[in-house]
């Protein structure tokens, strides 16, 4: 099993930055990729971006530019940089560990944080 503890989430205006951050622990060898994905208020969760050991890095359109995803593989922990935000990014924010496979490309999340809100106001 593998634990995730998010932190990071606050309110802030549009256009301001904030950093989340997510740490594992457990048995995190058998994971080689973290993430975030986001759960806006009666929508569907989505891709936020990935990450895997390697650094290979997988971001959804809507952030690419505004949003960096970085990991420390040592500590377990990977971090989501937000800059320009828009109140369109508010929601929950759900850190994701799990595995990458190639060449398929594709991530299976196998364990999910509690998740942190983050609200941007206009």
């Known amino acids: 099993q593998v634990q995730l503890v998010e932190s990071g989430g606050g309110l802030v205006q549009a256009g301001g930055s904030l950093r989340l951050s997510c740490a594992a622990s457990?048995?995190?060898?058998?994971?080689?990729?973290m993430g975030w994905y986001r759960q806006a208020l009666g929508k569907q969760r989505e891709l936020v971006a990935t990450?895997?050991?390697?650094?290979?890095?997988n971001y959804a359109d809507s952030v690419k530019g505004r949003f960096t995803i970085s990991g420390d593989n040592a500590k377990n922990i990977v971090y989501l940089q937000m800059n320009s935000l828009k109140p369109e990014d508010t929601a929950v924010y759900y850190c994701?560990?799990?595995?990458?496979?190639?060449?398929?490309?594709?991530?299976?999340?196998?364990?999910w944080g509690q998740g942190t809100q983050v609200t941007v106001s206009s």
């Open positions: 994701s560990a799990g595995t990458y496979y190639w060449p398929t490309d594709n991530v299976r999340v196998d364990y």
């Open positions: 457990g048995s995190t060898f058998s994971i080689n990729a």
């Open positions: 990450i895997t050991t390697t650094g290979r890095t």
